[in-house]
């Protein structure tokens, strides 16, 4: 799993749309949550990940980020390391936040070291990749940009691996880690597959339907597990 905490949000409302209902229903589901946990401490990306089954994640953080303003949580935001910030939230009756907040940066820090994000990221890819050949694919390429007599040079990025079963040949790429797989990298495999003319295989952990319909418009797939 790849711990990742505080980046960009990965979807903007724009301004001269009306404001997303979702975000309200959000706030209110965070409401009864916190009453119901007044003696813990969340981080943001925790809440998107308890929720993730009803609310997007940027809906989360917007709802979060509204609560906070209202006065109905509070916040500590904490440097994990250079350019990247945790930030926690707690009931605002919570006295001893503080030592909830120092306990989970020290586990955080030791499961956001690059060498585990990366290994467990590998181990999902193997998983899956032997998942797969186990089912009667066939292996055609693993880390690659080339497919037949096609290479991608538009960009740097490669597939997970290329597989073929029944006359069928898919481009596969595997996302195991906490925030939904990036846009412009969504946008960049699924070219990159209608370029090799590879079907697109997308295994995740979770991600959006509206990701997964553009997967599915593509003429490919969308597969998620639980993690």
């Known amino acids: 799993m790849e711990y990742d905490y505080e980046g960009p949000e990965q979807e903007e409302w724009p301004e001269n749309l009306p404001r997303d209902v979702k975000i ?32 997007y994640h940027w809906i989360v953080a917007k709802a979060v980020k509204e609560l906070v303003g209202d006065g109905l949580l509070g916040e500590e935001e904490i440097a994990l390391q250079r350019g990247t910030f945790v930030k926690f939230l707690f009931d605002k009756r919570l006295r001893y936040y503080k030592r909830q907040i120092n306990r989970n940066i020290e586990v955080i820090r030791a499961y956001s070291n690059p060498n585990i994000a990366i290994a467990c990221g590998r181990q999902a ?5 032997n998942a797969l050949t186990g089912c009667g694919f066939v292996a055609k390429g693993q880390n690659t940009n080339e497919h037949g007599d096609r290479k991608w040079t538009e960009t740097e990025n490669d597939l997970d691996f290329i597989l073929g079963k029944d006359g069928i040949t898919y481009g596969c790429e ?10 412009d990298e969504l946008a960049v495999k699924l070219s990159m597959s209608a370029f090799l003319g590879v079907k697109p295989l997308f295994i995740m952990r979770y991600s959006p339907k509206s990701y997964n319909w553009e997967i599915a418009q593509s003429g490919g797939y969308a597969m998620i597990f639980e993690a």
Request: charged fraction near 45%; aromatic fraction near 24%; proline fraction near 0%.
């Open 174 to 183: 595997v996302k195991n880690k906490w925030d939904y797989i990036e846009k």
């Open 24 to 55: 309200d229903e959000a706030k209110r589901e965070l409401e009864k949550f916190f009453a119901g946990n007044r003696d813990k401490v969340y981080y943001v990306k925790q809440l998107e990940v308890f929720f993730e089954k009803r609310f």
């Open 125 to 129: 890819e193997v998983l899956f990749f």
